[in-house]
């Protein structure tokens, strides 16, 4: 063929002129097909100038194109000599390649001649071919030895070629070594294929009867000889493969393409023919252990396949234990172990469907029947326990749940072999999709279970059903009963929090109350968590709500009760809180009263009276409050027993005070008595009559006797004087000043001599003091002042008058004995030592009170009497109780003689001792009912207010609290 390079792909310029010379020497020798020498040139150039390695590049791609068309000639003659058997076309062939490379290599050149050499490759031909099929036939035939004998013939093809052949050492020790190794596993074929048939003879009497023992012994000794086998099926398969390895190696040596037809007669001998069924040496050892191992399991399938059907019959009847169908699986598993020599065939690495491919079907269906024994079994064992609630009876309420967990159990167990059929079906379905396998019967194994466990589920799930309806009612029933006993309970608690009635009072648990309403909650809480756990149950079970009018309604009833459960529950909280909050106020109360007792206390000693009354006042509103919100027996102690008692030691020292105080105020109002001072005496006693009320309502004779009198005396002596907060005491006060400086104004002319001047002043004082006359006839100082002018204008004449005066009073002594004393007191005061004078106003003031008669002998002598008589009770012990006896006595002794100075302290002592009788407050239980009385008296309900008034007025102890004596007299005052 003719090839060109164009100047452009040269260098230009940068190479020398030599380089350009032996470049285009190359073109040339590739131009004459002279392949080889071109390539030689080529190198040579580069070596001395690299920088020529594009040129030289674009002449070596010319050579390895026509190179390439050479080798796909090659490839053609080889396969019409070889695969074809087509000589006629082979030497065509040959032509061809002669024309593309005149100037082949050598081992080329030794294969082409070979290949022309047409009778002796037509008779090794027809020669392998004779061999190869008489001896695939006598394979179909299951001639195994003879067979295998016969292969062995064709080895003599070739040999003699080969040996002639210079492959070298190493190639020729390979294919001679691989040629032992064959012809030693040909030769101990024999005893092989004897053993072999001798396991399979035994397996056989250990199928007649089964004995598992015995099948596992032969089935390890079929096993052993199978895999002999497979050992020499390995090494003939080495040696083929070697065959063909070493034949594709002359054929790629760098001299060139050749073949050897003793290496390629020698690895289809081993190997098999391309496109044929499988022949060959190898396959002669793989079908004598396949068919071998086939046949066994087989056997042993059949065995497995009746056993199983007896197996499913007894299921079906329930008869148990599954012995038969525990001995197929036993069998099943078995033939697996057969199953399992697959691979002894196969050539790794293996792959899944190299596995499965050979006997995916029957191997899968044993697989699938052991899993489904398994499952048989599990439903069996599921079966035996389900057995004693097919009769029907239910069991005891308490026991229905315990019940359905078993059930439960028994259901998740069917489920499972359920799940595990139906898987298991998939799975292989899924398996034949992608594997295009029939594995139709292995699937219908699966699905038969599922189908049995989908039945065993129904008969259980309808005991189960019935099992439920029966623990809903009678869940439904009790927790309905629960919500009734809650209510009950509840109630019961707000009694307590609102009030139980006692004969005596309302009386309040808010503690108790909360105690009960804790307890009922925390119940009531289970019994909400376990309706609403049945609820949840039952909603889970949908299947069986539909399946149930019982049941639906056991629903319906159940929301009605969590309805009510959770009213009931919201009702107890807000009880719960009111409950603390009352709790919390007695508890905050009491403290209160507590810290307000210890501060009456500590104001006790040293007495600090009105601080003491006002905590002891304090603790008490305190404890009564917090009685209000909460009965305590420990506050109504405190209240009804503690505190009175507190009561009584702050009432002893102020009433200790109190005597003390009320005695020194009536001495104070006896020496203004005695000394005329009636008004101030009376304040005085009056002040002593106050502080007696602080621990005593009723009257102090003693100063009620002294107010008499004082009282009588300024009743004796009213109009005298006139009181500064009289009205008219400023008018009438101005007027007798204006008088009296008239008066002194008169002397003054009368010492001067100036009489008559004196008497028009005189006249004048006169008119102004008969002014005050008028208002006020027995003022003594209007009456003094009108005497002394009448003096001092009649000073001779004065005595007359005076006399005449005297015995006009003197006169009046019993018809207006304080008029009487009145004059007498005027003249007194003009002349002190007018005879009789004296005796008159003493007697006078005697009969008005003014001052007190001296006591007769006799009154003297009984208060003496008296006296002794409450000494003697005083000092007896034992008469204590007589002691208010002893102050009656002591009180008359007083009246009879009011300095009697014994009486007056044995008085103070016994009324010390009687302690005062005011009392500071009620009994907690009265103290209740007086604030009803007052509330009743508030309202207008004078009646009812009464009623209660007049019951605590019966205790003789409350007639001296203050409150209920002014609430008394304001009822009174008012009806």
């Known amino acids: 063929m003719g090839i060109g390079l164009p100047l452009a792909a040269y260098p230009r310029g940068s190479i020398e002129k030599e380089d350009r010379a032996r470049l285009a020497q190359a073109e040339q020798l590739i131009a004459e097909r002279k392949y080889n020498q071109a390539i030689l040139a080529l190198l040579d150039l580069l070596q001395a100038n690299p920088d020529l390695f594009d040129a030289a590049e674009v002449l070596m791609e010319q050579i390895r194109t026509a190179r390439a068309q050479y080798n796909a000639k090659f490839e053609e003659l080889i396969k019409a000599l070889f695969e074809e058997n087509n000589v006629p076309k082979g030497l065509a062939l040959i032509a061809e390649l002669e024309e593309l490379d005149p100037y082949?290599?050598?081992a080329v050149a030794r294969a082409l001649e070979q290949a022309k050499v047409g009778r002796e490759l037509v008779v090794n031909m027809n020669r392998f071919n004779r061999i190869m099929d008489e001896a695939a036939a006598l394979l179909a035939q299951g001639s195994y030895a003879e067979a295998n004998a016969l292969y062995l013939e064709g080895f003599a093809l070739g040999r003699e070629s080969f040996d002639q052949a210079e492959y070298g050492n190493i190639l020729k020790n390979s294919v001679i070594g691989s040629l032992d190794s064959l012809q030693s596993a040909a030769g101990s074929f024999p005893a092989a294929l004897e053993a072999l048939g001798a396991a399979e003879g035994a397996l056989q009497s250990a199928l007649s009867p089964p004995s598992p023992l015995s099948l596992q012994r032969e089935i390890g000794r079929l096993s052993l000889a199978a895999q002999e086998l497979a050992g020499l099926e390995g090494t003939a398969r080495s040696a083929g493969r070697n065959f063909q390895v070493q034949g594709g190696q002359i054929g790629e040596r760098p001299a060139g393409r050749g073949y050897d037809s003793f290496l390629f007669f020698g690895a289809q001998l081993v190997l098999g023919r391309s496109g044929k069924p499988p022949?060959?040496?190898?396959?002669v050892f793989a079908a004598a252990r396949e068919t071998a191992v086939s046949r066994q399991k087989q056997a042993l399938l059949s065995a497995a396949d009746a056993l199983w059907q007896e197996g499913l019959t007894e299921y079906r009847g329930g008869s148990y234990?599954?012995?038969r169908l525990t001995a197929a699986a036993s069998m099943y598993a078995a033939s697996l172990r057969l199953f399992s020599l697959w691979a002894l065939g196969l050539e790794a690495p293996l792959t899944i469907k190299d596995s499965v491919g050979r006997e995916a079907a029957e191997y899968l269906l044993?697989?699938?029947?052991?899993?489904?024994a398994r499952g048989y079994e599990e439903l069996a064992g599921i079966g035996r326990a389900f057995a004693p609630w097919k009769a029907g009876v239910l069991p005891a309420p308490e026991a229905i749940q315990p019940a359905r967990q078993t059930l439960a159990g028994l259901r998740s167990r069917v489920a499972v072999v359920e799940q595990a059929g139906g898987g298991g079906a998939a799975a292989l379905g899924a398996q034949a999709r992608a594997s295009g396998f029939i594995l139709n019967r292995a699937a219908e194994q699966d699905l038969a279970l599922q189908e049995a466990a989908r039945a065993l589920r129904g008969q259980v799930e309808e005991v189960d059903l019935r099992?439920?309806?029966?623990?809903?009612?009678?869940?439904?029933e009790r927790l309905a009963g629960l919500e009734s006993s809650f209510r009950a309970r509840y109630q019961e608690g707000v009694a307590l929090q609102q009030g139980v009635q006692t004969p005596s009072r309302l009386e309040k648990y808010p503690e108790r109350a909360l105690a009960a309403y804790n307890r009922l909650s925390a119940e009531l809480a289970v019994a909400t968590e376990q309706a609403g756990l049945l609820a949840e149950e039952i909603a889970g079970e949908t299947a069986y709500l539909a399946a149930s009018a019982s049941l639906q309604e056991s629903v319906q009833g159940l929301a009605a009760l969590r309805e009510g459960l959770a009213g009931l529950q919201a009702e107890l909280a807000a009880s719960v809180g009111s409950a603390q909050a009352a709790a919390l106020q007695a508890g905050r109360y009491r403290q209160e009263g507590l810290l307000r007792e210890q501060e009456a206390r500590r104001n006790l000693n040293p007495l600090r009276e009105a601080a003491a009354r006002e905590g002891l006042r304090n603790a008490q509103e305190a404890f009564d409050r917090s009685l209000e919100f909460q009965e305590d027996p420990e506050v109504r102690r405190l209240r009804d027993e503690t505190l009175p008692q507190l009561a009584a030691r702050i009432d002893q020292a102020v009433n200790e005070k109190v005597i003390s105080d009320v005695r020194a105020l009536i001495t104070d109002g006896r020496n203004r008595f005695r000394l005329g001072d009636y008004s101030s005496a009376e304040q005085v006693f009056l002040r002593a009559r106050a502080r007696w009320s602080d621990t005593h309502p009723e009257e102090n004779p003693e100063v009620a006797l002294w107010l008499d009198w004082t009282r009588s005396a300024i009743q004796n002596i009213a109009g005298r004087q006139i009181a500064l907060s009289n009205p008219l005491y400023p008018q009438m006060s101005q007027l007798y000043n204006l008088a009296f400086q008239e008066y002194q104004s008169a002397r003054g002319l009368v010492e001067a001599r100036r009489v008559q001047e004196a008497i028009v002043l005189l006249d004048k004082a006169m008119e102004r003091l008969e002014q005050i006359r008028v208002l006020f006839p027995y003022n003594s100082e209007m009456q003094s002042l009108m005497l002394r002018i009448e003096q001092l204008k009649d000073p001779d004449g004065f005595r007359n008058i005076l006399d005449a005066r005297f015995r006009a009073a003197l006169d009046k002594r019993d018809a207006s004995p304080q008029e009487s004393l009145g004059e007498l007191e005027v003249i007194r005061l003009l002349a002190p030592s007018y005879p009789g004078l004296q005796n008159a106003i003493g007697s006078l003031r005697v009969v008005l009170g003014l001052d007190l008669r001296p006591p007769d002998p006799a009154k003297r002598e009984r208060a003496r009497r008296l006296y002794a008589e409450a000494l003697g009770i005083y000092n007896d012990r034992n008469r204590r109780s007589q002691l208010p006896t002893a102050l009656e006595r002591l009180n008359e002794a007083i009246a009879l003689d009011s300095d009697f100075i014994d009486a007056?302290?044995?008085?103070?002592?016994?009324?010390?001792?009687?302690?005062?009788?005011?009392?500071?407050?009620?009994?907690?239980?009265?103290?209740r009912r007086y604030k009803e009385a007052e509330g009743y008296f508030l309202g207008g309900q004078l009646t009812a207010a009464n009623a209660i008034v007049q019951q605590l007025w019966a205790n003789q102890r409350n007639r001296g609290y203050p409150p209920l004596i002014d609430l008394k007299a304001k009822i009174e005052a008012r009806l």
Request: proline residues 4%; without cysteine; glycine residues 8%.
């Open 104 to 106: 082949p290599n050598e």
């Open 279 to 283: 022949e060959g040496i190898a396959a």
């Open 321 to 323: 234990p599954l012995e």
């Open 366 to 372: 044993a697989r699938e029947r052991i899993r489904a």
């Open 467 to 476: 099992l439920l309806a029966s623990f809903a009612g009678s869940s439904l």
């Open 904 to 927: 007056l302290t044995l008085k103070d002592r016994v009324q010390i001792l009687l302690g005062g009788s005011r009392q500071q407050f009620l009994s907690s239980d009265d103290q």
